[in-house]
Structures are given as structure tokens and as C-alpha cells.
């Protein structure tokens, strides 16, 4: 698993899970958005976890396109740049935490993570829809109705290239329109529990 960082960009490496060969046309990243809550001891606190993470295990690679080395560079930006677009949801969810905490009366820990489990989890749809909506906009289909192909042919390369550099700005714009909640984790005062 690798936790996003801004300095660390994926490598073929890391691509290290099975794929079928029938659906993974170079590579396909398995990111997500970890969210944890842990208690702490002696203390009326609680730390919150979230961060956007990358499954090595999880995202596969196939072997016959490293044939066309600016295929691997345009694949592993196209994976960066899903790697990245988790870490955009990962801080907007952040940025709902900090927002929450500061206008909720009650702020006994259960009642907070009862609050916060159905927000995380629409996160997680839009962030997944915002993925499909990416791999949408920079695949190509070759026939008019028919399903994508996936990357292009070589001939095609500088086209993908530039709806991939348009969505690279988009994603870089976001993140750092939410810079202030770059922060994966934070610890926050609660209310022992009580019923809800």
C-alpha cells in the first residue's frame, strides 16, 4: 500500500496484482480513501485517519505493452493522475470533517462517527464517478456506440496526451485549492459517550 504523498510518483513497480488480461488494457490503479477512528486513552479525544491510498496488490499491470516505452509514461501518468484525483476527495472529505466538528453541539465520539459514516461514503461514490468520468474522457472508442478501447494506438498518442494534460491541471488546481486540508490525520476533543 502506498500512502499518496505529492513527491512520490507511482512507478511500474508498483503495479503488482493479477489482472485479467481481458479488461486491463496497461494498467489499472486500486486507490481508495482509508478513513479510521481511534480512541485515545486517558484522554476525551479522538484521532481520525483519512487518507488516499494506493493498493499495490490490488492494481495490475500487463507485460506486453512495455514494448512501447511512451505507452508506460502515458499509463503511469494516467494512473498518477487517479492516484491523485482519490487524494482531491480525500481532503474534500477532510474539509467536511473540519467543518462538521466545528458547527456540532454534540460532539460525543459516537455520535460524530454516526454522523460521518454515510457522508464518507458518498465521498467514496463521487470519487469513483469522477474516476470513471476521467478514464471516459481520455479513452478513445473507435466506432462510433462501441465500447472504448482503451489507450490509443500510437498514431493516436498525442491526442490522449493532451486530454490527459487537460485533466492533470484540473486535478492539480484542486488539490491545491484544498492545500489546507493536505493533513491526513488530527485528533479532536469529544464528550465521553453517552446514548445518541
Known sequence: MIVWNKDYKLKWDDFQGQGDTAKVIGAASTCSINYNHIPIRGEDSLKILVEAVFLKKDSPKIMWRLEASNFV??????????????????????????????????????????????????????????QKEFDKAVSFVDTPGEKSTGFATVGDYAIVKEKQEKW??????????LYSYVQTSFTIKVKKNTAM
Open 73 to 130: 509514461v502515458q499509463a503511469l501518468q494516467h494512473e498518477q493522475i487517479h492516484f491523485d484525483i482519490t487524494e482531491v476527495y480525500a481532503r474534500k472529505f477532510r474539509k467536511i470533517i473540519f467543518a462538521f466538528i466545528s458547527r456540532a453541539k454534540r460532539k460525543n465520539s459516537a455520535w460524530l462517527l454516526y454522523k460521518l459514516s454515510p457522508i464518507y461514503f458518498k465521498i467514496q461514490v463521487e470519487c469513483q464517478n469522477e
Open 168 to 177: 492533470r491541471q484540473k486535478v492539480d488546481k484542486e488539490l491545491n485549492e
